[in-house]
């Protein structure tokens, strides 16, 4: 399985652009999203920057990375997921109307 990850550039040219995360260090190809500016984030496939990205995304996405790793590594990952954990899960609003008339 291949999976994008978000990268934020360091310095970048007009064809390559070197980026860091987390401790991973990558030199991108940037033909694809242009020159960008330090403190940007990319999204990195295969040696590639793909798209550029808005730094929340980027931040979620990089969350979401640790948590399917941790849950690979069979950790607990209760941390990634705050607002589900220690709590019985919930139907939406629009669910539990339908479950009421079901009952009836």
């Known amino acids: 399985m291949c999976i994008g990850v978000p990268l934020q550039v360091l ?4 064809q390559y652009a070197l980026c860091a995360a987390g401790g991973q260090n990558e030199r991108l190809n940037v033909l694809l999203v242009g020159q960008q500016s330090a403190g940007t984030w990319l999204l990195a496939f ?3 920057a793909v798209r550029v990205m808005e730094e929340d995304e980027a931040l979620q996405t990089r969350a979401a990375l640790a948590a399917l790793d941790a849950a690979l590594k069979g950790e607990n990952t209760d941390r990634y997921f705050s607002d589900l ?3 019985e ?3 939406p609003a629009h669910l539990r109307a339908g479950l009421k008339e079901s009952q009836e």
């Open 89 to 91: 899960p919930e139907l």
């Open 46 to 48: 295969r040696g590639s």
């Open 11 to 14: 310095e970048c040219d007009e």
């Open 85 to 87: 954990a220690g709590r």
